[in-house]
């Protein structure tokens, strides 16, 4: 019965690779695939209507992170780090110690 099965199952298949080509199985489009497409579109015009209309302007964008003084913070945490004169102490358990999340103590 199997045999049988495998040897004439070609009957309503196409030849060559069953999913391109000139005689490839394409699947009916359905009211479901559409409704879906729908969606996506409707997402992604969302999407872009908030990419064109962002909530801070241009000016507002640009100056806040003055306000909030990051940029010279960060500035001077460099200049600390790069000014010191010897390393932080670095032992192969603080490189490594991430690795031991699994050990089980009782």
Known sequence: MRLFQTLFR????PN????RGKD?????V???????????FEIEERNMFYL???Y???EQSHGHTKVLGRQEANYIKLLRE???DYY????VESRLGHLRYKEAWD
Do not use: S
């Open 10 to 13: 070609r009957k309503h298949m």
């Open 16 to 19: 060559g690779h069953i999913y």
């Open 24 to 28: 490839r199985i394409v699947k009916p």
């Open 30 to 40: 359905t009211k479901e695939d559409l409704a879906k497409l729908r969606l996506d």
């Open 52 to 54: 064109r209309h962002p």
């Open 56 to 58: 801070l302007t241009r």
């Open 82 to 84: 790069k000014n010191k």
């Open 88 to 91: 932080d102490n670095v032992t």
